[in-house]
């Protein structure tokens, strides 16, 4: 059975410092996902990384993706505090369509 | 095109009742998915359809719970005799089988959600 694992679980970082969230998974997928989730609302899609190396990037996050390693990143550089939110890892069960979500990392960005 | 819809958005139950949401989807997309999301935790996989067809179903799903989409359009999940730990988001998303510009799988786009209660 698939096991997505995020971590750290939290992180609480200043602004402007860069950090990275980490996504291992337990079986042969290259379809993953990085979703955003504020307090109450629903999951926004951020990145889409689809074969092994792939890099995405959008503003201050930066998405790569090791299929050999079964490890994703999500890079944060110079973090505001708008980016304070859940992130969330997803991976395709072994090309079935059906996604296994990480437990999350909790971002906040401190002023 | 508005997004994901789902409804109602929040519902409130006594255990035992019967319940059903429903989620109609961005209107091209051929893929249909329900989560269900407790607190602190990621969204846990429920079914997939792609149009009318149910194409995957989670072991999780007992068999009081059950979904539809009968002309590959807005789907309906019901579930039948309510528990306490039933109590959670429903998440419902939609994508295409494929992005039109790269011919590649398509990310899902979130409904707002259902927030069940059950007292």
């Known amino acids: 059975e698939l096991k997505v694992e995020q971590n750290p679980l939290f992180l609480s970082m200043q602004e402007e410092k860069n950090y990275t969230i980490y996504c291992n998974y337990s079986t042969t997928s290259d379809r993953l996902y990085w979703y955003r989730q504020d307090p109450g609302k629903s999951l926004e899609s951020l990145f889409v990384l689809l074969s092994n190396g792939a890099v995405k990037q959008e503003g201050r996050l930066m998405a790569s993706l090791d299929t050999k390693a079964r490890l994703s990143t999500l890079h944060i550089t110079a973090a505001v505090h708008d980016l304070s939110a859940t992130y969330f890892c997803a991976v395709d069960d072994s090309g079935t369509y059906k996604y296994i979500f990480g437990t999350g990392t909790r971002l906040k960005v401190l002023a | 095109d508005t997004g994901v819809s789902q409804n109602p958005r929040h519902k409130i139950t006594k255990r035992g009742q019967n319940v059903t949401f429903r989620c109609d989807p961005i209107?091209?997309?051929?893929?249909l998915y329900w989560y269900r999301q407790t607190l602190g935790q990621g969204p846990e996989f429920l079914t997939y359809f792609q149009n009318e067809a149910q194409l995957e179903k989670s072991r999780l799903l007992s068999d009081r719970f059950s979904a539809e989409r009968p002309k590959g359009s807005f789907s309906t999940l019901e579930i039948q005799r309510t528990e306490q730990g039933d109590s959670a988001m429903y998440l419902c998303?939609?994508?295409?089988?494929?992005?039109?510009?790269?011919?590649?799988?398509?990310?899902?786009?979130f409904g707002p959600g259902t927030r069940l209660t059950v007292l």
């Open positions: 209107s091209e997309h051929n893929r």
């Open positions: 998303a939609s994508s295409l089988a494929l992005h039109r510009g790269t011919g590649l799988p398509d990310t899902q786009y």
